[in-house]
């Protein structure tokens, strides 16, 4: 213990970077607690508090890492190397850092993206933040470069000649569509030696130079690559929320757009955006019916499930706005864990959140069935949305009569 604290305070205390080392421990505990809040919420699970918000409008975690950084990074200015709050700034500031790169590809989308595809970015640019920090912290220095005594003209010139090497399988490495090997290997110049020597992705600019035979080599090692990416980014970051790309309507059988027309006149311009109008809200009437055949035939299939494995159905409750509970006529299945939506005996998709009645407690209410989404909770809060399949998937496998999904 004795040596590992010697070597502490040589190596980091002493050098002064243990403001850096803090502010790398925030970034990684940031992202690691609020993605595992975010996943507890997504579960449903009971005792762990939900989303905030704020005149009904939800906060996103993002919002408390900006303000986190900002009063941390002027607080330092104001406070310039002064212990322990320079540490203690320095963690916070990593805090907040790594609450906004969570929710990075919301920055950059402009959209909810959180649980789709294209939030998987986010913990792209997380890794990518802990490796650079992670290099500064060890004091790496670029492609081998090192301290060279001024009349060692021999030792600059093998230098000079190392440097650019590791360069040049760096910018190799890259070229060949493998940005996280490159950037490893500014720090660990070998790393470029194998990436470099490795077949290129099939995606980057090196593999046009490929012939058939060599491409589909490279498109095979690509998409198994992929696949142990995906894997691994599920674990970290959970499972996505989006229909495939080919559950979307084809191009074929959505309606086609009007043929522009030349705005000679404002009364043109007014007809031509009517008609853009219509045809969105046609493409966007088509694209919701697709998906509530698709979900329907989800919910039939898991009702015919249901009843096959002996999942008892149970009397169906709803609820105000307000909380009070009413009495139904309805039998079926809870697919969530606050009982706010169901699938009845009778294959329809209920919400069981209604206005409040004044004689309810008394005659009950009938809610009507509602047409169900692919994606529950589309574009709610963080957690809020999950796959009606994942719903199904879970009450199914559910202990009998338990009523959660």
């Not at 190397?81 to 906004?100: C, E, K, M, T, Y």
């Not at 000079?160 to 090497?165: M, N, Q, T």
């Not at 055949?293 to 009397?315: S, W």
């Not at 202990?399 to 959660?404: I, R």
Request: aromatic share 6%; hydrophobic share 45%.
């Amino acid at each position: 213990m004795s040596v590992i604290c010697d070597w502490y305070n040589e190596q980091i205390v002493a050098a002064g970077k243990q403001p850096l080392l803090l502010l790398l421990a925030g970034l990684v505990g940031g992202f690691a607690g609020i993605r595992t809040s975010t996943r507890m919420i997504r579960a449903q699970v009971r005792w762990w508090p939900g989303n905030l918000t704020a005149g009904g409008v939800h906060l996103h975690h993002e919002l408390f890492g900006v303000l986190t950084m900002l009063v941390t990074g002027t607080l330092a200015f104001a406070f310039p190397g002064r212990p322990p709050w320079h540490d203690l700034l320095a963690l916070g500031f990593g805090i907040g850092a790594g609450l906004v790169l969570d929710e990075y590809a919301l920055l950059l989308h402009l959209r909810d993206v959180y649980w789709t595809r294209e939030g998987r970015s986010s913990i792209d640019a997380v890794i990518a933040a802990t490796i650079v920090t992670l290099m500064l912290v060890v004091s790496t220095v670029p492609f081998g470069l090192d301290d060279v005594e001024r009349d060692e003209a021999s030792t600059r010139w093998a230098t000079a000649a190392a440097v650019c090497l590791n360069l040049s399988l760096t910018v190799l490495t890259a070229l060949k569509g493998k940005p996280w090997l490159a950037l490893l290997s500014v720090a660990v110049p070998p790393i470029g030696l194998v990436g470099a020597s490795r077949l290129a992705a099939a995606g980057s600019p090196w593999a046009r130079r490929y012939g058939p035979a060599k491409l589909a080599r490279a498109q095979a090692r690509s998409a198994a690559w992929s696949r142990r990416k995906d894997r691994l980014i599920t674990m970290v970051g959970g499972v996505t929320s989006v229909a495939s790309p080919d559950d979307s309507p084809s191009p074929q059988s959505s309606p086609r757009p009007p043929a522009p027309a030349s705005p000679q006149s404002g009364s043109d311009w007014q007809e031509q955006r009517a008609r853009a109008v219509a045809h969105h809200g046609a493409a966007l009437e088509q694209r919701l019916a697709a998906e509530a055949a698709r979900a329907m035939t989800q919910i039939a299939e898991f009702v015919a499930a249901a009843k096959e494995a002996g999942v008892p159905t149970e009397p169906l409750r709803a609820r105000s706005y307000r909380g009070r509970s009413y009495r139904t006529s309805l039998r079926g299945w809870y697919l969530n864990a606050s009982r706010t939506i169901a699938v009845g005996d009778d294959g329809m998709y209920y919400s069981l959140l209604v206005p409040p009645s004044a004689t309810g407690w008394l005659t009950g209410v009938t809610p009507e069935p509602t047409t169900p989404r692919l994606i529950v909770g589309e574009g709610a809060r963080d957690g809020e949305s999950i796959p009606l399949a994942t719903l199904l998937r879970q009450r199914l496998n559910a202990a009998p009569g338990s009523g959660h999904a």
